[in-house]
């Protein structure tokens, strides 16, 4: 049976993987056979020995495994995913007893009627193998204990907090929306993208969250100082010294494969500027607190995003740690988690605009980035490069698919010489292809903008997914087509991005610029047992 994602073939479910007899024999001939990557992208697009105690072929393991199953220790020894749950259970010392999960739930229920559900009945943050795209044994216990926070009840406990009189653990309550996540509750209640973001805005609004956000101004700044590290990058560039291709680092799960997986060779290519998410916790924990003269801890920030592995990111030190040391981020809850929280809601909403970082100010219109169902580093950085490096003004670019609809080429080309070769690599198959020609030095490209999830960012697995976890083609479709409609803005042409760029960070090229914009990446040895799964 052939993998519909990858070129590798796998066995059936049902009588062990195809490749084992061929696994004896190649050791008995003294062969070696090449080792699949220990991870899983976010489509499911292999499977393991895990979880159910049984092989399994290609498929999502979300539907196969009993629930209570799910971050249980695997019974087969090839597998040392540890249970999220016994993780919590065996790390935390402050475990709620039944009494206190009783008068939780009872808060939970204050903001909804019975009979339309409960708002504690959301499952805690879990990543199932088939999200996550790195699961090398890569989420610690401790980071088990924090992710389980990763969910609404945690946003609930906050507004449920500021219910109460004791006025001291109060918190302003600010949610970021990714721009991603618009098409979907656009398509979900069949809305103008507009309109979907009014109403969302108004929704968090009833619930008691005090400011919306959208996180495109934060993309505004990731974008910009990619496009200065490129030109940086091409400059210093030689034989002896290579600093191409620069890969983009705005995907958590692609970075935390890079780091876990890759190490070394790789991990010099990722460009040092910060995600959107990252910078938008800087924003908000940082400029926005001085401005209404509070401190950090007072804000709880929670950001709306199409994918689970942005809840790892808010998880990772160092790179969600604000200028002033705290956490930029505090929650991450994907699109999908909010709209059940919308359905399950008969509260009164009425449609708001949008907060921005500056005052009384209103967003107008929901604007977007050039590109595809990403935030649109390649298209952006490609002008930029074009412009900076040959005096060449890109108006139009024209993507040229390759070997599949998800590896994109753009090309720059004088006189009959290709003087810049960009490319977009998404989704398992095509990151292994590049990570290949990578390594052997036979990969032509300047600047590739990686995503881990085929088909970008919009068909992320937190909003883009039917019941049985499977993409919904339709629906992703549908969101193509909003998200392509929303107005493009250039990073550049942003008043408030310069202003900040003066104001808070003290100048384009200043110290602060670096310590507030770029991070650096760890580079952690593989696992060994997480290699020795047979696949």
Same mark, same amino acid.
């Given at each position: 049976?052939?993998?519909?994602?990858?070129?590798?073939?796998?066995? /059936? /479910?049902?009588?062990?993987?195809?490749?084992?007899?061929?696994?004896?024999?190649?050791?008995?001939?003294?062969?070696?056979?090449?080792?699949?990557?220990?991870?899983?992208?976010?489509?499911?697009?292999?499977?393991?020995?895990?979880?159910?105690?049984?092989?399994?072929?290609?498929?999502?393991?979300?539907?196969?495994?009993?629930?209570?199953?799910?971050?249980?220790?695997?019974?087969?020894?090839?597998?040392?995913?540890?249970?999220?749950?016994?993780?919590?259970?065996?790390?935390?010392?402050?475990? %709620?007893?039944?009494?206190?999960?009783?008068?939780?739930?009872?808060?939970?229920?204050?903001?909804?009627?019975?009979?339309?559900?409960?708002?504690?009945?959301?499952?805690?943050?879990?990543?199932?193998?088939?999200?996550?795209?790195?699961?090398?044994?890569?989420?610690?216990?401790?980071?088990?204990?924090?992710?389980?926070?990763?969910?609404?009840?945690?946003?609930?406990?906050?507004?449920? @907090?500021?219910?109460?009189?004791?006025?001291?653990?109060?918190?302003?309550?600010?949610? %970021?929306?990714?721009?991603?996540?618009?098409?979907?509750?656009?398509?979900?209640?069949?809305?103008? *993208?507009?309109?979907?973001?009014?109403?969302?805005?108004?929704?968090?609004?009833?619930?008691?969250?005090?400011? *919306?956000?959208?996180?495109?101004?934060?993309?505004?700044?990731?974008?910009?100082?990619?496009?200065?590290?490129?030109?940086?990058?091409?400059?210093?560039?030689?034989?002896?010294?290579?600093?191409?291709?620069?890969?983009?680092? /705005?995907?958590?799960?692609?970075?935390?494969?890079?780091?876990?997986?890759?190490?070394?060779?790789?991990?010099?290519?990722?460009?040092?500027?910060?995600?959107?998410?990252?910078?938008?916790?800087?924003?908000?924990?940082?400029?926005?607190?001085?401005?209404?003269? @509070?401190?950090?801890?007072?804000?709880?920030?929670?950001?709306?995003?199409?994918?689970?592995?942005?809840?790892?990111?808010?998880? $990772? !030190?160092?790179?969600?740690?604000?200028?002033?040391?705290?956490?930029?981020?505090?929650?991450?809850?994907?699109?999908?988690?909010?709209?059940?929280?919308?359905?399950?809601?008969?509260?009164?909403?009425?449609?708001?605009?949008?907060?921005?970082?500056?005052?009384?100010?209103?967003?107008?219109?929901?604007?977007?980035?050039?590109?595809?169902?990403?935030?649109?580093?390649?298209?952006?950085?490609?002008?930029?490069?074009?412009? !900076?490096?040959?005096?060449?003004?890109?108006?139009?670019?024209?993507?040229?698919?390759? $070997?599949?609809?998800?590896?994109?080429?753009?090309?720059?080309?004088?006189?009959?010489?290709?003087?810049?070769?960009?490319?977009?690599?998404?989704?398992?198959?095509?990151?292994?292809?590049?990570?290949?020609?990578?390594?052997?030095?036979?990969?032509?490209?300047?600047?590739?903008?990686?995503?881990?999830?085929? $088909?970008?960012?919009?068909?992320?697995?937190?909003?883009?997914?039917? !019941?049985?976890?499977?993409?919904?083609? /339709?629906?992703?479709?549908?969101?193509?087509?909003?998200?392509?409609?929303?107005?493009? $803005?250039?990073? !550049?042409?942003?008043?408030?991005?310069?202003?900040?760029?003066?104001?808070?960070?003290?100048?384009?090229?200043?110290?602060?610029?670096?310590?507030?914009?770029?991070?650096?990446?760890? %580079?952690?040895?593989?696992?060994?047992?997480?290699?020795?799964?047979?696949?």
């Amino acid at each position: 049976m052939k993998c519909e994602h990858c070129t590798r073939k796998v066995g /059936a /479910a049902s009588g062990g993987t195809g490749g084992e007899s061929q696994d004896r024999a190649d050791r008995a001939a003294g062969r070696a056979r090449p080792r699949a990557p220990s991870f899983l992208s976010c489509q499911s697009l292999v499977a393991v020995t895990c979880l159910t105690g049984r092989r399994a072929g290609c498929g999502p393991l979300r539907a196969a495994a009993p629930r209570d199953s799910l971050w249980g220790q695997c019974s087969i020894s090839e597998c040392s995913k540890k249970s999220k749950t016994d993780d919590q259970e065996n790390v935390s010392t402050d475990s %709620s007893s039944p009494a206190q999960e009783k008068e939780e739930a009872s808060k939970h229920l204050s903001l909804c009627r019975p009979n339309k559900g409960e708002f504690h009945k959301l499952a805690d943050a879990k990543i199932f193998l088939s999200d996550c795209l790195a699961c090398d044994s890569c989420v610690t216990v401790e980071e088990g204990v924090q992710l389980s926070q990763q969910s609404a009840k945690d946003f609930f406990h906050v507004l449920n @907090l500021n219910k109460k009189c004791d006025t001291s653990k109060h918190r302003v309550l600010v949610v %970021s929306v990714c721009p991603q996540s618009l098409p979907y509750f656009a398509a979900k209640f069949n809305l103008s *993208v507009t309109d979907a973001s009014r109403r969302l805005c108004g929704f968090l609004k009833s619930l008691g969250v005090h400011y *919306v956000f959208d996180t495109t101004i934060a993309a505004d700044f990731s974008i910009l100082d990619t496009q200065k590290e490129f030109v940086r990058r091409y400059h210093r560039h030689s034989e002896e010294q290579r600093e191409l291709p620069m890969l983009t680092s /705005a995907c958590p799960g692609w970075v935390r494969y890079a780091e876990r997986v890759l190490g070394p060779p790789v991990i010099p290519h990722l460009c040092t500027a910060k995600s959107p998410q990252q910078v938008m916790g800087s924003l908000v924990k940082d400029y926005f607190a001085r401005k209404q003269n @509070l401190s950090p801890e007072k804000i709880f920030h929670v950001v709306v995003a199409p994918c689970y592995d942005k809840k790892l990111e808010a998880l $990772r !030190e160092g790179l969600s740690i604000t200028l002033n040391g705290a956490r930029g981020t505090d929650c991450v809850l994907t699109s999908g988690e909010i709209a059940q929280i919308m359905e399950q809601s008969d509260l009164s909403v009425k449609d708001t605009a949008v907060d921005t970082l500056f005052g009384d100010v209103k967003e107008a219109a929901v604007r977007r980035h050039d590109g595809v169902s990403s935030d649109g580093h390649l298209a952006h950085v490609f002008r930029h490069a074009a412009r !900076e490096l040959f005096g060449e003004h890109v108006e139009e670019i024209t993507y040229r698919a390759l $070997r599949n609809k998800d590896f994109h080429e753009v090309t720059l080309e004088k006189n009959g010489e290709v003087l810049l070769r960009f490319a977009a690599a998404y989704g398992f198959r095509n990151i292994q292809n590049m990570i290949l020609k990578l390594r052997k030095g036979k990969f032509p490209y300047h600047f590739v903008e990686v995503l881990a999830c085929p $088909r970008g960012c919009l068909n992320g697995r937190g909003q883009a997914q039917t !019941e049985d976890g499977h993409t919904d083609r /339709a629906l992703l479709q549908q969101m193509e087509g909003i998200y392509s409609g929303i107005p493009v $803005r250039p990073p !550049e042409s942003s008043a408030h991005v310069q202003e900040l760029y003066q104001e808070w960070l003290e100048g384009t090229e200043s110290p602060k610029v670096q310590e507030v914009l770029h991070t650096t990446y760890q %580079s952690l040895e593989p696992r060994t047992d997480g290699l020795d799964i047979k696949w």
